[in-house]
């Protein structure tokens, strides 16, 4: 809805745009969640709750730390893993 009133006073009907930076509005499906097609980088993952599927990981360069990994739904492919420091428990 382009051009609607950001604070508007029916909460039903407070809905906004958002924009990336090619000019085309962010998608989120139909339960509110965000769609990411891709993501070049990421500095820091502070808490990961539920991964369901990874389809490929290009390269992971440092894992410091990884407590438990409780369960992996789906990995298509893992290219290289450079350094993982220490894995404490993997439940599969």
Request: hydrophobic fraction near 35%.
């Amino acid at each position: 809805m382009p051009n609607n009133i950001v604070f508007n006073n029916v909460a039903s009907q407070l809905k906004t745009e958002i924009y990336g930076d090619s000019g085309v509005a962010i998608k989120t499906d139909v339960d509110g969640k965000l769609y990411i097609n891709s993501i070049d980088t990421i500095s820091t993952i502070g808490t990961v709750d539920t991964v369901t599927t990874v389809g490929t990981v290009d390269t992971v360069t440092n894992v410091t730390s990884v407590d438990t990994v409780d369960t992996v739904t789906g990995v298509g492919t893992v290219d290289t893993v450079t350094n993982v420091t220490s894995v404490d428990t993997v439940d599969t």
